[in-house]
Every structure is written in structure tokens, then in C-alpha cells.
């Protein structure tokens, strides 16, 4: 059979070869615009009702816990360069309101327990979503329908159906929607992409990333419950919202993470630090064929969600990912793209991708080094991306785009992990079937699925 692989002519990529035959080291201007710009989505029009460039921008905070006050104490930081003012906080629970309105400086009329106050505020520009997961989705749609930019926490949503509610609330809208994955903003990835896309190594096959810690208590996502907390000054029932209703259970609010109630856990919280950046990487971010997911739950057992996950993710183009989580052993994959013709490795803490080609191709491709010497995954450059967009009215990176059709694979992962399914996705009709055809309805939040783990 005849090898049809278009290689690339002898000199298009030989940089150096005519001079030494060693891996070239390119190191990125720190002020290098083209690697922050999007690998898609550059023609669409300015999103309506842009700020003008000095205009500040009036920002207030849904869900103030432990990454709420992340944020909020990092665009507290660089609130001055980013030209932005803190005018309002909410949280169901009193005595991280009190926080957050000390850590701003509110006044206790900006700071409510109930964000659709917020959004009936004129002056109110932008929020930040923080909440527990299954809220995402409703605080996006409810604020972009009132005419607010969004930075929505990962992940995108708690269930596929709300997916495409939010992503469809993003369009009417034509707000700025960021999904809060900051990794997205290494320049390796956007690098990355552009070798793929410019034929550096060739189709895409396979590639792998992985997410995976161990914790000494064997106990990951534990946290401790306030003595003091009540129904008094936590409104459970809104906490809830369309999670299943049980009476006030402490645990869970501090420990949500370990309960499917309220999140898909290593899946949802973990892989998507992995999983977006290396679908930028990809050149073309597409939604998934075909997804299968295994887990398992028996070395952390004091849980809902699966300690360990292994995800196969097929798209259209012929990629497949892997991606992998566990919270019981801290080995993961390096994350890798793996092309006809050369490989790409990524660096784990470090802006640093080498392209590596296959030894049947040495003769065609340079090895090549990309490196840069800003630190990874800083959340205070997304944050100021969000702004610098809110302003423009340009394409962001971590865009609902992204965000969408990283959830569909997510998504469709959980029903395969718990379903016991391998599933396909028809996105244009927006179903899920089976390998046979048959439709089976995503899970949302009145699904009952029985544990495995118990009789």
C-alpha cells in the first residue's frame, strides 16, 4: 500500500539544520501578542455593549468560599491595573459574606445573600461565579440574561443539558464568557497549536494528559465543618437549588466535592486544568465522537465520586485523548501530543513544549524547544484577559466555544463512568446515543443511578 503522508519539502522547517543538526531553542518575547490569540473563533464580531478602553469595570462576586476569595483577593491586587472596582459580594452562608465584605470593603447593603439582587444592579458590569458546581450553570444564564460579563468557574456546568442552555444564554447575549481554566493562558499550548496547525507533525493521533495527587489522610476533599454553622446563617434550601432535596447536612456543604449531588468530582474539578489547555494544543477544538470512561472507588471509599478515572475521548479528526485522575497516587502521564510525523511533550510546571520527530521523519523535521520564563497556570492573567476583552469585545481564549465542547466530553465521560456505556455524541442534534443508535438521555439532576459500591 502506498504511504500517501504529505511530509513537508526539505527546507521549510530546517532552521538549523544547515548549520548544526541539534534541537533548536526558541525563547518567546515576554510581550508576544500572537500566542495569546485564539486558535479559533477570530472572525466573529465584537460581543455587544463593549467598554470603552479607559472605562473601569464594575465587578461583583457570586460565591465568595475558598476560590471566591481567591479571586477576589488577587483582582484586589491588580485592581488598579486592570481598572476595575469591587462593588458587590453574595454567598449563602453569613459568615463567608462577612469575609468577603471585609476583604472589599463593601458596604452591608452591596453585600446579600441573594445574587439576584446583584443583577438587577445597573452599575454591576461583570461577575464572578464561584459557587458549588451545580449552580454554575443557572448563575451564568441568570447573568448573562441581565446583561453581565461572565467568569464561571470550572467546570462549565454541572450537567450536558445545561451546557448548551449556557452556551445558548452566551450568543443571545453577546457577553464576554470566560471558563475559568487560567492554564489555558500558557503561551506552550497556543505554541503547540500552531505547529500543529502549520504541519509540523503531521495528523494527529493520540495524545494523553493527566491530573493525579495522593492525600496523606486518604481523604481528598475533606474539609473541616464550622461548629457554629446552622440553618440560620446558611441557606440551605438555595444552596440545594435543583440538587436533590435532604435535610441539613453540614458535610456536605464543606465537603461537597466527594457527593455526585453536586459534582462529577476528579472528572469535573481536576481534568479540566489539564484537559482545555490540551485541546487549545490540538489546533482545533472540536467535540467529541465517541467517549468511553472507567473508575473505580476503593482505596478512598468515604465518598460518592471515583478516586481513579481513565477517560478515552475520540473526535472527528482522529485524535484521541487520554486523560487520567486519581487522588491516590501522585504519578500521572506527562501530557503529550503524538502526531504522524513528531511528537510533542509539554513541560508540567514550566512554559516549555519540545517537538520531537519520529526517526523516519529526522531527515524532513528540526527538533525544536519552545520555552518562556513566565510561570504557568496564573490566575490573575486570565483575570486580566477577561477585562482586556470586556473592553475590546474580542474573542477570548478560555471562551464558551472551549468551554462547550470540553464539557461534552466531561459530560458524556460521568454517564460512560456510571452508566457503563460507551457513548457518541451527535452535536448538531444534540443527543447522546449509543453504538446501536438508541438515544439515552444525559444525566441531569432527577437522575437516579445505583452505586455500584453498595448492595
Keep these: 500500500m502506498t504511504d500517501n503522508t504529505k511530509v513537508p519539502a526539505r527546507g521549510v522547517f530546517e532552521t538549523r539544520r544547515d548549520f548544526l543538526r541539534k534541537t533548536a531553542t526558541v525563547t518567546a518575547a515576554l510581550g508576544s501578542a500572537s500566542l495569546f490569540s485564539p486558535v479559533y473563533g477570530q472572525s466573529q464580531a465584537p460581543s455587544a455593549g463593549v467598554l470603552g478602553a479607559n472605562s473601569k469595570i464594575n465587578v461583583a462576586y457570586i460565591g465568595t468560599g475558598k476560590q471566591g476569595m481567591l479571586h477576589v483577593r488577587s483582582q484586589q491586587k491588580f485592581a488598579k491595573e486592570n481598572n476595575i472596582a469591587q462593588i458587590a459580594v453574595c454567598d449563602l452562608y453569613q459568615r ?5 465584605r471585609e476583604q472589599t ?74 471558563i475559568g481554566s487560567q492554564g489555558c493562558m500558557d503561551p506552550k499550548w497556543h505554541k503547540a497549536a500552531e505547529w500543529v496547525k502549520d504541519g509540523r507533525i503531521g495528523p494527529l493521533v493520540w495524545g494523553q494528559g493527566s491530573y ?118 501522585e504519578q500521572g502521564l506527562p501530557e503529550t501530543l503524538r502526531g504522524r510525523m513528531a511528537t510533542l511533550k509539554f513541560a508540567s510546571s514550566q512554559n516549555r513544549v519540545e517537538l520531537t520527530p519520529e526517526s523516519i521523519f529526522a ?53 460512560s463512568e456510571r452508566l457503563g456505556m460507551t457513548l457518541l455524541l451527535d452535536p448538531e442534534k444534540r443527543l447522546v446515543r449509543t453504538g446501536d443508535g438508541r438515544v439515552i438521555p444525559p444525566l441531569d439532576y432527577n437522575t437516579v443511578v445505583p452505586d455500584p459500591y453498595k448492595g
Excluded at 438587577?120 to 459557587?131: C, F, G, L, M, N
Design 96 to 100: 463567608r459574606l462577612d469575609q468577603a
Design 363 to 415: 531527515e524532513e523535521i528540526d527538533a525544536e524547544t519552545f520555552t518562556d520564563p513566565r510561570p504557568t497556570e496564573r490566575i490573575e492573567v486570565l483575570e486580566k484577559h477577561f477585562f482586556e476583552c470586556i473592553r475590546s469585545g474580542k474573542q477570548p481564549i478560555a471562551n464558551v466555544e472551549l468551554a462547550l465542547r470540553a464539557q461534552t466530553v466531561l459530560t458524556l465521560a460521568e454517564m
Design 212 to 329: 493525579c495527587r495522593n492525600n496523606k489522610k486518604n481523604s481528598e476533599w475533606t474539609f473541616p465543618v464550622d461548629p457554629d454553622v446552622s440553618e440560620k446563617n446558611l441557606d440551605w434550601k438555595r444552596w440545594l437549588g435543583k440538587a436533590p432535596q435532604i435535610p441539613f447536612t453540614p458535610e456536605h456543604f464543606f465537603s461537597w466535592h466527594k457527593h455526585y449531588a453536586y459534582n462529577s468530582g476528579i472528572i469535573g474539578n481536576l481534568l479540566p486544568h489539564r484537559f482545555q489547555p490540551l485541546m487549545i494544543a490540538t489546533g482545533e477544538v472540536q467535540f467529541p465522537k465517541r467517549v468511553v470512561c472507567t473508575g473505580t472507588r476503593k482505596v478512598s471509599t468515604d465518598r460518592d465520586i471515583t478516586d481513579t478515572t481513565h477517560i478515552l475521548a475520540e473526535f472527528p479528526s482522529g485524535l484521541t485523548l487520554v486523560l487520567v485522575g486519581t487522588t491516590v497516587n
Design 105 to 178: 470593603g463593601v458596604s452591608g447593603k452591596d453585600a446579600v445573600r441573594d445574587y439576584a439582587v446583584l443583577l438587577e444592579r445597573k452599575d454591576v458590569d461583570a461577575v464572578v461565579i464561584s459557587t458549588v458546581d451545580n449552580w454554575h450553570a443557572q448563575a451564568s444564564i441568570d447573568a448573562l440574561n441581565a446583561g453581565k460579563h461572565v467568569f464561571c468557574e470550572k467546570p462549565m456546568t454541572r450537567y450536558l443539558g445545561e451546557a448548551w442552555e449556557v452556551y445558548d444564554a452566551v450568543k443571545r447575549s453577546g457577553k464576554t464568557y470566560v
